[in-house]
């Protein structure tokens, strides 16, 4: 995994990160989804728990203006976080964000290339890949997803709320 990005899990020692994590994901949903969230907003514990048992990998900032290229120990901000779940087959890359201040700094692009290292670390085939991105309000996700090697499958309409239409992609690591 890149520097400056860690898998967390459950337990106790990383409560403090998850919180973290949840600050930055609280902006970003309020922004996505408006206030209720729907079932996207259930916290990240719980969708690291069976049945799903979903991994989410941490960017933590170091420094001020440090960047994913700084070192991966110690204290400091949450910048970022991915969620990833296998699914059958596939991968779904569930959420990933930044946060605000922390844009701009290579961070979405570390966090994006450790999850799907790790998705495709885990199957002896190449996996499809699948994401959701509202192109309007994240033209720079979108733009980085493409650099990763997802393309268009499908338009979704209606998926962020009225008028807000979704962005399937599918990435086959076969093909990058």
Not at 25 to 47: F, I, N, T
Not at 67 to 80: I, K, L, Q, R, T
């Amino acid at each position: 995994m890149g520097r400056g990005v860690r898998e967390v899990g459950g337990g106790a020692g990383d409560a403090g990160l998850l919180a973290g994590a949840e600050g930055v994901r609280a902006a970003a949903l309020r922004g996505l989804l408006g206030p209720v969230g729907g079932a996207a907003a259930a916290p990240l514990a719980a969708k690291m728990a069976a049945p799903r048992r979903c991994r989410v990998l941490l960017a933590r900032e170091e420094e001020a203006g440090a960047g994913p290229s700084g070192s991966g120990g110690g204290g400091g901000d949450v910048a970022g976080y991915i969620v990833v779940e296998r699914r059958g087959a596939g991968a779904h890359v569930c959420e990933l964000a930044v946060r605000e201040a922390s844009r701009g700094r290579g961070w979405g692009r570390a966090l994006l290339q450790a999850g799907l290292e790790l998705l495709e670390g885990t199957s002896p085939r190449p996996l499809f890949i699948s994401l959701r991105v509202d192109p309007e309000r994240s033209p720079a996700a979108h733009q980085l997803y493409e650099s990763a090697g997802f393309v268009l499958d499908s338009r979704q309409p209606d998926y962020y709320g009225p008028g807000r239409d979704a962005l399937y992609m599918l990435r086959n690591p076969g093909e990058v």
